[in-house]
C-alpha cells in the first residue's frame, strides 16, 4: 500500500485571496494516478486556499478567552470545515472522471484532536474502504479538541499521515509538494540553494536556512518534523515535485524522481 500526499500549494491556487482550484494540475495528477495504477493506495491533500486563510482569520487552535470568542470561532469552524470539504469533492470527482474508486475520509467526522494533535483515531473504515479496493481519500481539516480552552484545532494532512502510516504500515509515503524538495534555502529567493537528497535527524532540519515558512500547519519545518516521527516507526518517505509532469506517475511506480528522502540515519 502506498500513501500519496498531495500539497495545497499544488492543488490550489494557495496565494489566492479566495479558495482557488488549479485545474491543470489536479487533473494531470489525477491522469498520472490512473496511469500509474498502484494495486493500494491511500490519498491525503492539504487544503491549499480552501482551508487556510479561513483557520487563520478565525484563528482555530488558539486558547479561547471568553463565550463570544467561543461562539466567533465556532461558527469560523463551521466556514472552515464546509470549505475544506468542497475542495476534496473536486479531488474524488478529478480522480473519479480517470476511473479511479475514490471515497471521501472526512477527518472530523471520526476523529478529535488534544492540544492540537490527534487523539486515538479508528482507522477501521479506512482499512476496510483499502480491503474493497477504494482510493480512501482524506484531508487536512479542522476537529474537536478535548483541551477546553482551545475546544477546536487544525489537523493538516501531514499529521495524518503520520498517524495513518503508523497504523497501516504503508510500504511508501510520497509526498508531492511546488519544489523538488527540501533545501538548503528558499530556492525561489536564492539561486545557490542545495537541493538535500537525504533528511535523517532533527539536526538536519535546524541546520537548514530559509526552508520555514508560516501557516497554520507549521509550513515546511511541520512537514519534516512528522515525516522524522514517522521514519522513527520504521517508514520512510520522499518529497517530490507534484507540479512536474510525470513525477507523481513515477515516483507512484517506483521509479527514481528527483526529491528528497526522509529515513533515520543508521
Same mark, same amino acid.
Given at each position: ?5 498531495? =500539497? ?30 498502484? *494495486? ?8 491549499? *486556499?480552501?482551508?487556510?486563510?479561513? #483557520?487563520?482569520?478565525? *484563528? ?15 461558527? =469560523? ?17 478529478? /480522480? ?17 484532536? @488534544? ?12 482499512? *476496510?474502504?483499502?480491503? &474493497? $479496493? ?9 476537529? /474537536?479538541? /478535548? ?62 536556512? $530559509? ?6 500547519? +507549521? +509550513?515546511? #519545518? ?5 515525516? /522524522? #516521527?514517522? #521514519? @522513527?516507526?520504521?517508514? &520512510? ?11 507523481? &506517475? =513515477? ?14 540515519? +543508521?
Amino acid at each position: 500500500m502506498i500513501i500519496l500526499k498531495l =500539497g495545497g500549494s499544488v492543488i490550489t491556487r494557495k496565494d489566492s485571496d479566495e479558495p482557488r482550484i488549479d485545474m491543470n494540475n489536479l487533473q494531470r495528477i489525477a491522469s498520472e494516478v490512473a496511469n500509474a495504477s498502484p *494495486s493500494s493506495l491511500l490519498i491525503i491533500h492539504g487544503a491549499g *486556499s480552501f482551508g487556510h486563510p479561513f #483557520a487563520m482569520k478565525y *484563528s482555530i487552535g488558539s486558547e479561547i478567552v471568553d463565550e463570544d470568542e467561543f461562539r466567533y470561532r465556532r461558527m =469560523g469552524f463551521g466556514i472552515t470545515q464546509n470549505w475544506v470539504k468542497r475542495l476534496n469533492t473536486h479531488v474524488c470527482q478529478a /480522480l473519479l472522471d480517470e476511473g479511479i474508486p475514490a471515497v471521501s475520509v472526512q477527518p472530523s467526522a471520526f476523529m478529535v484532536a @488534544e492540544d492540537g494533535r490527534i487523539k486515538d483515531p479508528d482507522l477501521s473504515l479506512i482499512r *476496510s474502504y483499502l480491503d &474493497e $479496493g477504494f482510493v480512501p481519500v482524506s484531508y487536512g481539516d479542522v476537529v /474537536l479538541d /478535548l483541551n477546553r480552552k482551545r475546544r477546536f484545532s487544525v489537523v493538516s494532512g501531514d499529521q495524518l499521515i503520520n498517524h495513518f502510516s503508523a497504523e497501516l504500515m504503508p510500504e511508501r509515503v510520497i509526498l508531492g509538494t511546488d519544489v523538488d524538495g527540501v533545501y538548503t534555502r528558499d530556492p525561489r529567493r536564492y539561486p545557490d540553494a542545495e537541493l538535500l537528497e537525504v533528511i535523517g535527524s532533527i539536526h538536519d532540519l535546524e541546520a537548514l536556512e $530559509g526552508t520555514v515558512n508560516t501557516d497554520v500547519t +507549521g +509550513g515546511m #519545518a511541520g512537514k519534516i518534523r512528522e515525516l /522524522l #516521527a514517522l #521514519a @522513527e516507526k520504521g517508514v &520512510e518517505s520522499e518529497i517530490i515535485n507534484a507540479s512536474v509532469k510525470g513525477n507523481i &506517475e =513515477g515516483a507512484l511506480m517506483g521509479r527514481e524522481v528527483r526529491g528528497t528522502r526522509i529515513t533515520l540515519k +543508521g
